[in-house]
DNA sequence: AATGAATGAGTATTCATTCAT
DNA sequence: CATGAATGAATACTCATTCAT
């Protein structure tokens, strides 16, 4: 039984890494199942089609996601912990972001893979939009902030930082350095 | 003449959509010469390998990015203008953005697309590393400013906004703003 | 099991026909499969690259010339029963000394095949100037003989009867009196 | 019109050639055209087929051993001359006699150059059936010597040099020997 | 559960040849 | 004469998947 798991397993990372150094592009079943010491054919005994493999990967990566927000914190400080966190999550383990770009993309010719990826990210699109509202309601920020955007704002700059892993941290802190300060003289 | 020229260009422009609906995971060479109207065989005696067409596409796509900087505007507007300008281009030609995606993904694993891409993005960067140098010049915004982590923020933000061209003319704004009056109460 | 080795060694024996038959020229791996009654892409499973198989029929050439020497004869019998064996091959199996012109051309451009059929010529070489210096020894042959040249000469001699298998018989037989009344010490 | 018969013999040389380095197996238009300095399409209108080149390369060859028998010489000496010379022709052209066993090997399944070889090989072995007839008139050879058999033999000793040039001239000379003084009346 | 043999549709690429210019 | 565009049949090789064992 643990067997199984741990087989599942072993095949679900191998396919990562194989995701995350040669792309959805370069992606086949047979070194997959070797690098899992098994034969390629009893592969398809874990994952019937090449698809499922790929979904499993994707809950895989999504299931890293947990959301870490520090709830306890005032919002401008669990702003810039969260981008600060995710920054450093970038720095550590870029493979992760990287696989999580080859899915987004993938994610505009597959149906079923947009939905998960869209119930991930819903619940860290909530925790920013809480973060914002609060800040707003606690005058940090003015009630002019157009809360969607910002959180967008958000989402988008972390993501456009997974394939320039070495700036990440500068790009999170200046963003939150502009939501803080702003940038006038 | 004009028609050796036509046929590449029709090459390159079936090309270009491929990826664009497909990405280079299922891009082939015969639907793409059956898009020009040719034999598969002809397709190789205009680029003799795949590779050849995929350079060729890439030239296309960044030949459209001719830097959009009116430089005699002042600083702010400037950045303002040229955000305005890309996330509208998001919104009205969204294959180019993801096809530029495709190829960011891929020039992770392409020294040569790598290379490419990364010239003729120095332009981009260094017109905005003026705009952000200026600005700081003339007191437009601190001095304390970071002007590199500014640039950027802003590549970031107009990459990751390509994904969800819905949203990115609302981000484009809110970082203009954020770089205008600050969010603060 | 039984059936693994069967098929390979189909596969190697259609091979082999169709080289006797058609040369390397116009040698082709789909009729080889056809001809083993499996499919194009099955016969890849036995041998990756055409390369590989070509070398297993090398081996199996090769293969069938174990050494016929007669050691227990005296050398001028000896060299007589060898030459004649080798003529009565050429006539009886005319295509195994077609293929073996054929690896031997293909030899000169690829070194692992020269690699090959050098090593499997060494024993014969060997065999041979054990016979002329056996013979010059036992006063057969005058010690005035060059015995290199000799064994080239045979080697040439047989070598360039492949081609005519009609001949070879009478040529071997002529080569081996020169040497009967010939070269006598 | 002077141009038509150089430009056929370039191409005929860079056939010639490209042969001799990589075989028939390698043997294509397009570098045999560029070798010549003129489109690949061009060159049909020298020769519409590959086969017509390739004949024509035939015909170059073949036509470059004129039989150069020193008919003044007596028997012996003629053919230790002829020996000597052709011995010589493969050290110092090694390619020639590789292109010749080409045509040989591809003879076997071409009757028309079949029969252009068999035509110049006549010429030949012609004037070395008049060498031992003569000698064995003479009384250089016992009468008892096989003539056809002597012909056949000097014939494939000097194929089977070709392959091995570093050995003809040390083939030819022991064989001469042999004739000297093993086949005396 | 696991294997390896087998499949067939598909992949880029090659090449002699033809044809309009 | 000469060209380059165009063809189509062929070529080795790939890969997800299936099936008998």
Redesign the pocket.
Known sequence: MA??VD?RQALVNAAFSAIAERGFEG????PIAAAAG?????L???F????DLIAAVLQHVTSQFEATMHVALEPAARLRRHLGEIAAAVVERPELFIVLDEFDLRARRDASMAATIKRDEQGWRDALVAIFEEGVEQRIWSVDLDVNASVELVIATLKGSRLRPETAEAVAKQLCDLFSTGARA
């Open positions: 067997e199984q087989r992606f086949r079943l047979r098994i034969d390629h054919s009893t398809h005994h874990y019937p089609t090449k698809a």
